[in-house]
Structures are given as structure tokens and as C-alpha cells.
């Protein structure tokens, strides 16, 4: 029996992914500039192919984070649901600002920079809301 208990825990530990096995909607893979998920863009070979690839990420993440807004809302008192509902615009504000910078460089690499902004950003504030929101 004590074997047997033994080679299960074994199994589930073998079986387990290590870090840099996770998936690209994890923290680690998401938030790195040109690194995880992005790489799969990186191998496209032209600047619309990567740049579009690169916003149909930064989407998925976008509606990641509208989900943990919404699930974060619902368990906040009226006076934090205002603060949190600024906090968003603002931040909204903020990431739209701060990725406008990276189109006012010359040539096609600025769509790129431009959605890998967009992208970080939106997993990163993605997070800190899932983070949040949990019990």
C-alpha cells in the first residue's frame, strides 16, 4: 500500500508541467516583452502577419481582463466599486497613452512595438484584477 501511495505521488509530480513548460496564459509566459506567447508571432514572416498576430492576442487578453473586472466588481462595496471603476478608466488611459509612444517611431516596426504594448500591459493588468478577485 505505502508503494503504491508512494508511485502515485510520483506520478502526479512526473506528470506535472514544469515552469517553463506552462502555458502562454500564465503570469511568467504573458508579461515578458517579446518573450512566451509572443514567440509563436515572432516566427511570422511578415510586420501585418506579426503585428496582427500579436493583437489577437492582446483581444484574448482584453476579454480575460473584462471578465476579471466584472467578477471583481461584484464583490466590492458601492464606495470600492466607484474607486475601482476610476482606477480602470485611468489605467485605461494610461495604457492607450503610454502604447501611443511606441507608433511614433519611423517604419513598420512601430505596429509592433505598438501591439506588444498593448499586449504586456493588458496581461499584466489582466492579473493584478485575477489576483484580486480571488477569495
Known amino acids: 500500500m ?14 506535472a508541467p514544469s515552469r517553463a513548460e506552462e502555458p502562454a496564459d500564465r503570469p511568467a509566459q504573458a508579461m ?32 480575460r481582463l473584462n471578465t476579471a473586472y466584472q467578477a471583481l466588481m461584484t464583490s466590492q462595496t ?8 476610476i482606477a480602470e478608466r485611468d489605467w485605461l488611459q494610461f495604457r492607450n497613452a503610454n502604447c501611443d509612444f511606441y507608433l511614433n517611431v519611423q517604419g513598420t516596426i ?16 489582466t492579473i493584478e484584477l485575477e489576483t484580486e478577485a480571488r477569495p
Request: glycine share 8%; hydrophobic share 40%; aromatic share 10%.
Open 32 to 63: 515578458g516583452w517579446y518573450g512566451g506567447e509572443y514567440q509563436a508571432c515572432g516566427a511570422k514572416t511578415s510586420t501585418p502577419e506579426i503585428a496582427g498576430c500579436i493583437n489577437d492576442l492582446a483581444a484574448k487578453w482584453d476579454q
Open 78 to 85: 458601492p464606495d470600492q466599486k466607484e474607486r475601482l471603476r
Open 110 to 125: 512601430a505596429n509592433i512595438k505598438y501591439a506588444e504594448c498593448k499586449r504586456v500591459l493588458t496581461a499584466q493588468r
Open 2 to 15: 505505502k508503494r503504491a501511495v508512494c508511485a502515485a505521488i510520483f506520478l502526479l509530480f512526473a506528470a
